[in-house]
């Protein structure tokens, strides 16, 4: 329909709501003075005023009503801001009109209770029409085609989500029944919906309600309550929805714009990690801020998370194009006067990031750049040493040249014992951050984590595109197990451990418990509608080169302890001493160059002796170096 049609309908429908209001004017008047004495006839003269006296009511009432803008809502989704907006033209337009007649009639033969009677009657003759006309439009729209909806949670979620279901038009979801856990609700109605049951009984309930969908209004439950819910809902065989969890709702308010497909992070999620904003904020408050690998997982997030607070000036470094084109548009737009510098460069080249110190001199750098695919690397040694290692050394020593306060290295738990050399690679990271934290006045910090749920290149996209495929998915081991956080978690941690260091600490994130992989893919398999091994195969591929069984989070050796933070532990690890650390980088450099794979293995298990390798043939790549009698071996503490 053109704009021209639209408005000439809105108009027809305008005036027609006039013209309704205009007749119960005189209905209302007229009935005022039949009850007026006692619902029976009324003398001739009283009549006869009446008839006389309605012109004027009818053109003060009207104006009033237009002035009031009781033409600007529609009929059909008039609520109680419309009634209210009724009662106050009503009693304001009754109220002129008594003034206007005292002054031309003194009020003769116009009894005063008559302005009363006829101010209410007015009022439910309008109010009660336009109710009356959206039940009746409400009670056809019902009889359409509609999913029956349970919902589970009958808190101030249920409540805000029944209502958005209810309000909805055309109406797609007619809610039916609650269901909750709370026994002081049982039985209780809101919106008129019941509350039958308690959770354990959704599948049950859903059968006798006849539900064809089942939405979730939890946002505060717990993983471990979202996991018991979710078995409880695929019992039912019916679909179902959820809102995000109640640190995802900014707002604090709920809607059923909301409402999603329950995903993996529900399931494997934590509690919401406290943070101590305040000092957070006090930290990074007008500083200049550089995060290296801004444009991945990992930084990205870190960068959305920092632009939150007042920052003077962010530069975010990325090797990948698109990564920093992507991440430059996002931080645009939801923080358009951000002092924003997305600088395409490589961590490994020394003399690019000194020109970058130069320019903006950064206070705190958040050093996410790695390279962290575990089999890939395997296969390339010298790109996993020239990147993970080299570039950080170029990053951290910069650092401490140009007099940063901060710089918080972002590690992994396969540094702990690695068995692969992206694991060994990060160890030796952390152990440049150690050694120079010794000799600096910059705060070097390193935070070590797991798995980050929905990174790139991770597990989780991986099965999502094989079910999307579908399948089969492939799991290494049935046993195989892995630590997971959120993004955002791991990213308020990472945060947090700025305000928590001295300098020279490897703080250690609490991962939870592990979770074997097989669980969770079975867990995206349900969510995605299917049924593991009948709708998808899964697949055991037996473990990939550089990978281990189970992860660890310290070693054995690193004396494990609390923080002021329930979510944040202390390792304390073995350091070496700065020549030989000197030496070892000169010795990366020159393998780099010659593209000497052996020797930068034998170098790297010379820093990281707990290393393992299966490979027989690198693990003999040692002798290569035997006579490099610089190099010392590192003493624990």
Same mark, same amino acid.
């Given at each position: 329909m053109s704009k021209i049609g639209i408005y000439l309908r809105l108009l027809k429908t305008r005036w027609a709501a006039l013209a309704h209001d205009i007749i119960m004017i005189p209905i209302a008047w007229m009935l005022a003075y039949w009850i007026r004495y006692k619902i029976g006839e009324y003398p001739d003269l009283l009549l006869e005023r009446a008839i006389h006296l309605l012109p004027l009511m009818i053109l003060i009432q009207g104006s009033t009503f237009v002035y009031f803008g009781l033409y600007r809502g529609v009929w059909r989704f008039?609520?109680?801001?419309?009634?209210?907006?009724?009662?106050?033209?009503?009693?304001?337009?009754t109220a002129i009109a008594a003034v206007v007649i005292f002054f031309f009639t003194r009020l003769q033969y116009v009894p005063r209770s008559v302005f009363i009677i006829d101010a209410i009657l007015l009022i439910l003759l309008l109010g009660g029409t336009r109710l009356g006309y959206r039940l009746t439009k409400d009670h056809?729209?019902?009889?359409?085609?509609?999913?029956?909806?349970?919902?589970?949670?009958?808190?101030?979620?249920?409540?805000g989500l029944v209502r958005d279901l209810l309000r909805m038009r055309p109406a797609v979801y007619t809610p039916v029944v609650f269901v909750d856990d709370d026994p002081a609700k049982q039985g209780q109605e809101i919106h008129g919906i019941r509350v039958v049951s308690t959770i354990e009984n959704i599948s049950t309930v859903a059968g006798q309600w006849d539900a064809d969908l089942i939405m979730l209004a939890l946002p505060s439950a717990s993983s471990s309550q979202m996991r018991r819910i979710v078995e409880l809902c695929e019992m039912s065989g019916l679909p179902f929805r959820t809102l995000p969890k109640l640190q995802s709702l900014v707002s604090g308010k709920v809607s059923i714009n909301e409402i999603r497909e329950v995903q993996i992070e529900d399931l494997l999620g934590r509690a919401p990690v406290m943070l101590d904003r305040s000092e957070i904020v006090n930290r990074l408050t007008n500083k200049v801020v550089l995060v290296t690998g801004g444009g991945g997982s990992i930084g990205s997030e870190l960068c959305r998370q920092i632009t939150a607070i007042d920052i003077k000036r962010l530069i975010v470094l990325d090797q990948s194009e698109y990564n920093l084109y992507a991440i430059e548009k996002e931080l645009q737009q939801v923080k358009p006067g951000l002092a924003l510098n997305c600088e395409l460069g490589?961590?490994?080249d020394e003399a690019g990031l000194e020109y970058l110190f130069r320019c903006y001199q950064p206070d705190i750098v958040f050093h996410a750049a790695a390279y962290k695919h575990v089999p890939m690397l395997e296969n390339k040694v010298r790109e996993a040493v020239r990147n993970n290692i080299i570039g950080s050394?170029?990053?951290?020593?910069?650092?401490?040249?140009?007099?940063?306060?901060?710089?918080? &290295?972002?590690?992994?738990?396969?540094?702990?014992?690695?068995?692969?050399? &992206?694991?060994?690679?990060?160890?030796?990271s952390e152990i440049i951050c150690q050694t120079l934290d010794e000799r600096s006045r910059t705060r070097f910090i390193t935070t070590r984590f797991g798995n980050v749920?929905?990174?790139?290149?991770?597990?989780?996209?991986?099965?999502?595109?094989?079910?999307?495929?579908?399948?089969?998915?492939?799991?290494?081991?049935?046993?195989?197990?892995?630590?997971?956080?959120?993004?955002?978690?791991a990213c308020r941690l990472i945060l947090q451990t700025t305000i928590m260091g001295k300098g020279g600490e490897i703080f250690v994130l609490d991962m939870g418990e592990p979770v074997k992989v097989l669980y969770?893919?079975?867990? &995206?398999?349900?969510?995605s509608g299917k049924v593991p091994e009948e709708d998808i195969k899964i697949e055991f591929t037996g473990l990939r080169p550089g990978e281990k069984l189970h992860e660890e989070l310290f070693h054995s050796d690193e004396n494990l302890t609390d923080t002021s933070h329930k979510k944040v532990m202390l390792a304390k690890s073995r350091k070496t001493d700065w020549k030989t650390l000197e030496e070892t980088m000169d010795a990366f450099?020159?393998?780099?160059?010659?593209?000497?794979?052996?020797?930068l293995i034998a170098l790297i298990q010379k820093l990281?002796?707990?290393?393992?390798?299966?490979?027989?043939?690198?693990?003999g790549a040692a002798a290569t170096v035997t006579g490099i009698t610089e190099l010392t071996e590192i003493t624990g503490e």
């Amino acid at each position: 329909m053109s704009k021209i049609g639209i408005y000439l309908r809105l108009l027809k429908t305008r005036w027609a709501a006039l013209a309704h209001d205009i007749i119960m004017i005189p209905i209302a008047w007229m009935l005022a003075y039949w009850i007026r004495y006692k619902i029976g006839e009324y003398p001739d003269l009283l009549l006869e005023r009446a008839i006389h006296l309605l012109p004027l009511m009818i053109l003060i009432q009207g104006s009033t009503f237009v002035y009031f803008g009781l033409y600007r809502g529609v009929w059909r989704f008039a609520s109680l801001p419309d009634l209210t907006r009724i009662v106050r033209a009503v009693l304001v337009s009754t109220a002129i009109a008594a003034v206007v007649i005292f002054f031309f009639t003194r009020l003769q033969y116009v009894p005063r209770s008559v302005f009363i009677i006829d101010a209410i009657l007015l009022i439910l003759l309008l109010g009660g029409t336009r109710l009356g006309y959206r039940l009746t439009k409400d009670h056809h729209l019902s009889k359409e085609t509609t999913e029956r909806v349970l919902v589970v949670g009958a808190g101030a979620a249920g409540e805000g989500l029944v209502r958005d279901l209810l309000r909805m038009r055309p109406a797609v979801y007619t809610p039916v029944v609650f269901v909750d856990d709370d026994p002081a609700k049982q039985g209780q109605e809101i919106h008129g919906i019941r509350v039958v049951s308690t959770i354990e009984n959704i599948s049950t309930v859903a059968g006798q309600w006849d539900a064809d969908l089942i939405m979730l209004a939890l946002p505060s439950a717990s993983s471990s309550q979202m996991r018991r819910i979710v078995e409880l809902c695929e019992m039912s065989g019916l679909p179902f929805r959820t809102l995000p969890k109640l640190q995802s709702l900014v707002s604090g308010k709920v809607s059923i714009n909301e409402i999603r497909e329950v995903q993996i992070e529900d399931l494997l999620g934590r509690a919401p990690v406290m943070l101590d904003r305040s000092e957070i904020v006090n930290r990074l408050t007008n500083k200049v801020v550089l995060v290296t690998g801004g444009g991945g997982s990992i930084g990205s997030e870190l960068c959305r998370q920092i632009t939150a607070i007042d920052i003077k000036r962010l530069i975010v470094l990325d090797q990948s194009e698109y990564n920093l084109y992507a991440i430059e548009k996002e931080l645009q737009q939801v923080k358009p006067g951000l002092a924003l510098n997305c600088e395409l460069g490589d961590v490994c080249d020394e003399a690019g990031l000194e020109y970058l110190f130069r320019c903006y001199q950064p206070d705190i750098v958040f050093h996410a750049a790695a390279y962290k695919h575990v089999p890939m690397l395997e296969n390339k040694v010298r790109e996993a040493v020239r990147n993970n290692i080299i570039g950080s050394w170029n990053v951290a020593r910069l650092a401490d040249r140009y007099g940063c306060s901060d710089f918080v &290295m972002v590690s992994t738990d396969k540094a702990v014992n690695p068995g692969n050399i &992206m694991g060994a690679s990060k160890r030796v990271s952390e152990i440049i951050c150690q050694t120079l934290d010794e000799r600096s006045r910059t705060r070097f910090i390193t935070t070590r984590f797991g798995n980050v749920l929905g990174s790139t290149g991770s597990v989780v996209p991986l099965f999502k595109q094989q079910i999307k495929r579908g399948g089969p998915v492939t799991v290494t081991d049935r046993e195989i197990t892995r630590y997971f956080m959120t993004i955002s978690e791991a990213c308020r941690l990472i945060l947090q451990t700025t305000i928590m260091g001295k300098g020279g600490e490897i703080f250690v994130l609490d991962m939870g418990e592990p979770v074997k992989v097989l669980y969770l893919a079975e867990q &995206m398999i349900r969510l995605s509608g299917k049924v593991p091994e009948e709708d998808i195969k899964i697949e055991f591929t037996g473990l990939r080169p550089g990978e281990k069984l189970h992860e660890e989070l310290f070693h054995s050796d690193e004396n494990l302890t609390d923080t002021s933070h329930k979510k944040v532990m202390l390792a304390k690890s073995r350091k070496t001493d700065w020549k030989t650390l000197e030496e070892t980088m000169d010795a990366f450099h020159q393998a780099i160059d010659e593209f000497d794979e052996e020797v930068l293995i034998a170098l790297i298990q010379k820093l990281v002796p707990e290393m393992t390798q299966k490979d027989s043939a690198k693990e003999g790549a040692a002798a290569t170096v035997t006579g490099i009698t610089e190099l010392t071996e590192i003493t624990g503490e």
